[in-house]
C-alpha cells in the first residue's frame, strides 16, 4: 500500500535522508546530528592529539568549506562531504615501516608488531 504525502497528496519521494561527513573522523552523521557531534568530536580530537608523542600530533583539522552552490541553489553536500572525507584521511599517519596508514594511536599500537623486512 502506498501512503500519499498528506500536503500535496503526492507519493513521497523515498530518498536516503542526506548525511554529512565528519570532517575529523570521517563518520557519516545526520543533518541533524553532524552539528552536536563535531564539537564533541573536536574535543575527543584533542584530547587524543595530546596524548600522543610529539612527532605523531597533527595539526588541527580544519573545516572544508565549500562554497559552490549547486545548480538548485543548493548547499552541495556530496562536494563537501567529499572535502570532509579527505580531511579525515589527511589525518592518518603513514607506517614508516610498511607505509600503510593508521589514526595515530592506532599506528603506536601497529608499530608494535610492524618489523621491518630483513634486508636480502
Ligand atoms: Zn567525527
Ligand atoms: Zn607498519
Known amino acids: 500500500m502506498l501512503l500519499y504525502c498528506n500536503c500535496c497528496l503526492q507519493p513521497p519521494v523515498i530518498r536516503r535522508p542526506p548525511t554529512v561527513v565528519c570532517y575529523i573522523c570521517g563518520r557519516e552523521f545526520g543533518t541533524k546530528s553532524i552539528g552536536i557531534h563535531e564539537p564533541q568530536c573536536l574535543k575527543k580530537w584533542h584530547n587524543e592529539n595530546d596524548m600522543l608523542p610529539k612527532h605523531l600530533r597533527r595539526p588541527e583539522p580544519k573545516k572544508p568549506e565549500v562554497r559552490s552552490l549547486g545548480a538548485k541553489g543548493f548547499y552541495d553536500l556530496d562536494a563537501l562531504n567529499e572535502a570532509a572525507w579527505k580531511s579525515a584521511q589527511s589525518q592518518l599517519v603513514p607506517c614508516d615501516i610498511c607505509g600503510r596508514t593508521f589514526l595515530p594511536d ?15
Do not use: D, E, G, Y
Open 106 to 120: 592506532r599506528l603506536i599500537v601497529h608499530q608494535r608488531s610492524c618489523k621491518p623486512k630483513a634486508a636480502k
